[in-house]
C-alpha cells in the first residue's frame, strides 16, 4: 500500500496525537503514512493548538455532525483516508462509520482491557477505579474498534505496576510512558501488514 492517509480523532490534551504525528514525520520515508486530518468534537481542545503547531489540518464538528449528519463521513472521503486513529477521543463512532473502516480504526485504552472499558471510562476515572479496585497491575491496550466501546479485537498490551500508595497522578505518568513508547509504533505496524 502507497500513500497511507490517516484520520487522527481527540477530545482532549493531545499528548498521544502530538506523539504520534511526530513519529510519522520524523518516519515518513520508511512508512509513507501520513496524518492528514485531526478532528475534535471539542473546540476547546489543547489538541487543536498543537495540531497547528505541527501543520496538520484540523477539523471541529459536534457530537450531531457526527451522529446523525454526514459532515465527518464526507471529510474522511474528501481526504483519502485509508484509517482511522483514536487518541484519546470520547464519542462513540457511529455503527456506519465503524462498518465503512471495519478493521482500519485503531483506539488506545488507558487500561487492561477488558477490565475497566466501557462508557465514562476514560483518564482519571480509570486510574481511580484501577488503584480503587486493588489490582496490583494495571496498563494499556491498543485495540480495533467495533461497535461495542472499548470491545474490538486487541493488537497490543503493556504492563506497569501499581506501587503501595499508588495515586491517579502517580499512575497516569506510567501510562503515558507507555502511551508514548508503544503506541506509534504498534500504529505503524498494523497498518502497514493491513491486508484487506
Known amino acids: 500500500m502507497s500513500g497511507i492517509n ?7 490534551s493531545g499528548t498521544n496525537a502530538e506523539n504520534l504525528i511526530n513519529y510519522l514525520n520524523d518516519n515518513f520515508s520508511t512508512f509513507n503514512i501520513t496524518p492528514k486530518l485531526l478532528l475534535s468534537n471539542r473546540s476547546d481542545a489543547y489538541v487543536l493548538e498543537r495540531a497547528a503547531r505541527l501543520n496538520v489540518k484540523s477539523v471541529v464538528f459536534s457530537a450531531k455532525e457526527l451522529r446523525d449528519e454526514l459532515v465527518v463521513d464526507k471529510l474522511l472521503t474528501y481526504n483519502k483516508i485509508d484509517f482511522i486513529v483514536l487518541a484519546g477521543f470520547l464519542l462513540k463512532l457511529p ?14 485504552h488507558p487500561s487492561l482491557l477488558p477490565k475497566y472499558g466501557g462508557k465514562g471510562m476514560y483518564g482519571e476515572f480509570v ?14 491496550t491498543i485495540h480495533l ?3 461495542i466501546y472499548d470491545n474490538g479485537e486487541h493488537l497490543f498490551q503493556a504492563k506497569c505496576a501499581i506501587e503501595s500508595g499508588e495515586r491517579a497522578d502517580s499512575l497516569a505518568k ?23
Open 95 to 108: 455503527d456506519r462509520l465503524v462498518s465503512e473502516y471495519k478493521g482500519r480504526i485503531i483506539n488506545i
Open 174 to 196: 506510567k501510562i503515558h510512558a507507555l502511551e508514548k513508547e508503544h503506541f506509534p509504533k504498534v500504529v505503524c505496524s498494523y497498518i502497514l501488514n493491513y491486508e484487506k
Open 6 to 12: 490517516i484520520a487522527i480523532f481527540a477530545s482532549g
Open 127 to 140: 486510574h481511580r477505579a484501577v488503584i480503587e479496585s486493588g489490582d496490583t497491575e494495571s496498563g494499556i
Open 145 to 147: 474498534v467495533d461497535e
